[in-house]
Antibody
Framework: EVQLVESGGGLVQPGGSLRLSCAAS????????MSWVRQAPGKGLEWVAK????????YYGDSVKGRFTISRDNAKNSLYLQMNSLRAEDTAVYYC??????????WGQGTLVTVSS | QSALTQPPSASGSPGQSVTISCTGT?????????VSWYQQHPGKAPKLMIY???KRPSGVPDRFSGSKSGNTASLSVSGLQAEDEADYYC?????????FGGGTKLTVL
């Protein structure tokens, strides 16, 4: 059974940093692109970033480019999102997702990031 | 990376059919056959319902179907059931990035 479990969310002050993790199991992690998608409270889904199977290609949404970094450790079956220079508008539930045919076929339960002083 | 345009709401009675539109541009919806649709119930993670415009993942009822014409994609739900009441989001490949629609709240009357 495919499982994705996010962790690392919490309360952080504006300008601060946070690193999210996503532990994957139930599939060959190194064979799939992986993504992060976020959802602000009461709002819609927003694509954040994606990373190729071997980590050689990474793409970001305009709102996080230059501040967030996606990475992966295939030996640990883990996906990461390093978030720097956090702003109030980054407050959201962050989901990790497995990619197949440019679609997210499995999602984690999400981890809440709150940026507030 | 402008969001795709979806109607904020849609509704139908049990047993009826409803169609939700998703309008983009030639740089996303119109340029690739990589449109996906997601269903999200309150407090839950999204669930993939349609990928590559019209393909259904295993386990998704055939009441759900997808199509595309030009820069507009559509999700159709036939034989509406109470459990179909949820938020629906479209997304599209946009040339290395991905863009989502603003979401449509489907109400089963």
């Amino acid at each position: 059974e495919v499982q994705l479990v996010e962790s690392g969310g919490g309360l952080v002050q504006p300008g601060g940093s946070l690193r999210l993790s996503c532990a994957a199991s139930g599939f060959t992690f190194s064979s799939n692109w992986m993504s992060w998608v976020r959802q602000a409270p009461g709002k819609g889904l927003e694509w954040v970033a994606k990373i190729k199977e071997d980590g050689s290609e990474k793409y970001y949404g305009d709102s996080v480019k230059g501040r967030f970094t996606i990475s992966r450790d295939n030996a640990k079956n883990s996906l990461y999102l390093q978030m720097n220079s956090l702003r109030a508008e980054d407050t959201a539930v962050y989901y990790c997702a497995r990619e197949v045919a440019v679609a997210s076929d499995y999602w984690g339960q999400g981890t809440l990031v709150t940026v507030s002083s | 990376q402008s969001a795709l345009t979806q109607p904020p709401s849609a509704s139908g009675s049990p047993g009826q059919s409803v169609t939700i539109s998703c309008t983009g541009t030639s740089s996303d919806v119109g340029g690739y056959n990589y449109v996906s649709w997601y269903q999200q119930h309150p407090g839950k993670a999204p669930k993939l319902m349609i990928y590559e415009v019209s393909k259904r993942p295993s386990g998704v009822p055939d009441r759900f179907s997808g199509s595309k014409s030009g820069n507009t994609a559509s999700l159709s739900v036939s034989g509406l059931q109470a459990e179909d009441e949820a938020d629906y989001y479209c997304s599209s490949y946009a040339g290395s990035t991905v863009v989502f629609g603003g979401g449509t709240k489907l109400t089963v009357l």
